[in-house]
């Protein structure tokens, strides 16, 4: 299922492939007397006449769509195909209308004479073929197949029920043993439910990768993850040169923090011979890609200091942060509307347990779909889920069409709320929040290293095995009899993780992270997204407010919400490379990231002393 409203999902549809470098946002109605050739304001007026009337008829089916979904995620009943029928029929919908052969023609005629035209209407027109490229009414039965193959996977996926010594658990309950639990045995079964619904998945997403390829072929692109990689400007090779390069970056960070883990995690279960690669149960995240629970920092508890405010506080926190820096408040309807907590256990029906944000008629509506428990991972996680919302409403404006309503790119909407999550477990914010004690002293090392086993481990994860796993599935053709085969050697080159035991193809572990299967081909949005928010938290850290990027304090800081208000009020109608150049002085680079935990490889490779590296 893509469920194109939905966080950075949004920008899927939304965003244009631009090759027009512009950052205006001009009103289009103003300007057709400023152009020389004489027939240019009558083909500016007729190209936004086309605008209009297209986006007028795509907020409607756009909204209608995202309503069906909404349901469809938050009430998912077994056996009752009610909301995934509404589902389709509302995404065949608005198919059929992104996809018109008649919408493409007269968005193709524009652009043959796009020099006529202004740059904001360029970038639509560009929005209107990309959106197109997903659903093209050429090929409308592979289209129909791949919505009615996309809400069945979902629901498979999220109405799966997680068994654990024959009792029902949920994602939140499996999270919670890999975070707490010390004995391997129960970790190893924990580990090994978690991954069970994905023998449920496979031929589902098989069936996906056949359907999106064929879909976007028929528009000239060369494969589905070629198609998404177009929406930065760049082709697949490109991008996955650029994860490469973000992945080598980080590598000697990474060789040293897998080295540690390795012997602390060895120590901590009472396992004599060090494992030259790291089990997959030992970690405390269901694929190894935030370690951070393996460092308590004293002092800096989070999860106790949480705990006791409840789910709601820090929904409400994460709110108060914001709004602090001078956004407004949440509209009321964001709580009346939102799905924030977990289901009673004695629900009748599941809820997609996955964190997300939803835009849901490209105006007022935003909403948020969370399981939410009061503990640091949650905490961070609201706080990123906040930054689309805020981002959805700050480039709800009136110099932003809603065909452009969209981040600068995609990881630049990942980016905010990421950034905003880190700023908020930073010591001087949590002493200002009195959620931990001034006066305590903490150690700023071990402070470093919980950060580095969550932003850091990410990196091989995100740039090397999601994004190379996704590569080979969509433009490599990659063979049904390897899909398992393929995913764990990634996961040994790049995170030096091996399964507990055999995986054989009967499993198809990819799957069981969710992004596989409902947000296809663009995992790399979050390695780009956790580069660009180093990025811009060493400038505002360095140049706004003049402190240590390790210790800051962004709340109540109006400047600072002035900066990030300035790169989200354009939306998608910003060309990301000069806003990342305007913003910071800087091109896209790993630079700031690696300076921010430059002071842990020493400390490091002083722990790892001895120690045999394998990776
Ligand atoms: O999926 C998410 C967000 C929703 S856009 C919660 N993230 C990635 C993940 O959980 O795998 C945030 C960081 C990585
Ligand atoms: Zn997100």
């Known amino acids: 299922m893509k469920r194109i409203f939905v966080t950075g999902m949004t920008a899927a549809i939304l965003l244009s492939c631009s090759t027009q470098k512009t950052t205006s946002t001009t009103d289009t109605t103003s300007t057709t007397t400023q ?12 190209a936004q006449t086309f605008i209009d009337n297209y986006s007028k008829q795509f907020q409607q089916l756009y909204t209608a769509s995202a309503e069906a979904e909404w349901r469809s995620n938050t009430h998912i009943v077994e056996g009752d195909a009610t909301n995934a029928a509404a589902t389709r029929r509302a995404n065949e919908a608005l198919a059929a209308f992104t996809g018109s052969t008649e919408n493409i023609q007269q968005a193709r005629t524009f652009m043959e004479q796009k020099n006529q035209l202004d740059d904001l209407q360029v970038k639509q027109l560009e929005a ?18 791949r919505i009615k193959a996309e809400t069945e996977q979902t629901e498979k996926l999220y109405g799966y029920d997680y068994k654990l010594n024959g009792k029902s658990v949920s994602t939140n309950d499996i999270d919670n043993i890999l975070k707490n639990e010390k004995d391997v045995k129960k970790r190893l079964a924990a580990w090994q439910t978690s991954k069970e619904v994905g023998k449920n998945l496979r031929e589902g997403i098989l069936n996906l990768r056949d359907l999106r390829n064929k879909t976007v072929q028929s528009l000239g692109y060369d494969d589905y993850f070629s198609y998404q990689a177009s929406d930065y400007d760049m082709s697949r090779e490109e991008m996955m040169s650029l994860m490469q390069k973000i992945n080598e970056e980080l590598r000697p960070l990474y060789r040293e923090l897998h080295t540690y883990a390795r012997y602390e995690l060895a120590k901590k279960y009472g396992v004599k011979q060090v494992p030259d690669y790291l089990p997959a149960h030992w970690l405390p995240n269901r694929w190894g890609q935030d370690w951070s629970p393996m460092v308590e920092v004293k002092g800096l508890d989070l999860d106790a200091a949480l705990k006791p405010k409840g789910e709601e506080w820090q929904v409400k926190q994460a709110e108060r942060f914001y709004v602090s820096l001078g956004f407004p408040n949440l509209p009321a309807s964001f709580y009346e509307k939102s799905s924030l907590y977990p289901l009673p256990a004695n629900a009748k029906y599941k809820k997609n347990n996955h964190a997300s944000a939803w835009h849901m008629n490209l105006e007022d509506d935003v909403r948020c779909l969370m399981s939410v428990e009061p503990n640091a991972e949650w905490y961070e996680t609201t706080h990123h889920e906040l930054g689309h919302i805020y981002y959805y409403m700050t480039y709800t404006n ?9 981040g600068a790119n995609r990881a630049y909407h990942e980016g905010i709320g990421s950034l905003m999550g880190l700023a908020a477990m930073q010591k001087p914010f949590l002493a200002n929040l009195n959620l931990i004690d001034k006066n305590a002293k903490t150690d700023e090392i071990q402070t470093l290293l919980k950060e580095a086993l969550s932003y850091v481990t990410f990196i091989p994860f995100s740039a090397g095995v ?8 969509y433009a490599k053709n990659l063979p049904a009899d390897q899909l398992n085969k393929r995913w764990w050697e990634l996961v040994k080159k790049y995170q030096g993780i091996v399964p507990p035991a055999e995986r054989g193809e009967q499993f198809t572990d990819a799957t069981t992270k969710t992004h596989i299967n409902d947000d296809p081909a663009q995992y790399y949005d979050y390695a780009m997204s956790y580069v660009i928010l180093f990025q811009l938290h060493d400038h505002i850290a360095k140049n706004i407010l003049k402190q240590d990027p390790h210790a800051t304090n962004y709340y109540g800081n109006k400047e600072v919400g002035n900066f990030l208000r300035d790169i989200m009020y354009p939306g998608a109608s910003a060309d990301w490379r000069k806003m990342l150049k305007d913003k910071t002085g800087e091109e896209l680079s790993a630079r700031a990231m690696v300076a921010y935990f430059q002071p842990l490889i020493d400390y490091l490779k002083e722990q790892n002393k001895g120690r ?3 990776i």
């Open 35 to 46: 152009t020389q050739a004489p027939e240019a304001p009558d083909l500016k007026q007729q």
């Open 128 to 145: 209107i073929l990309y959106a197109a490229a997903n659903n093209p009414q050429t090929v409308p039965d592979v289209v129909k197949a």
């Open 398 to 406: 009136p110099d932003v069409p809603v065909l452009l309503r969209g």
């Open 466 to 473: 999601m994004s190379e796993w996704e590569h080979d599935f």
């Open 612 to 614: 045999k590296y394998t």
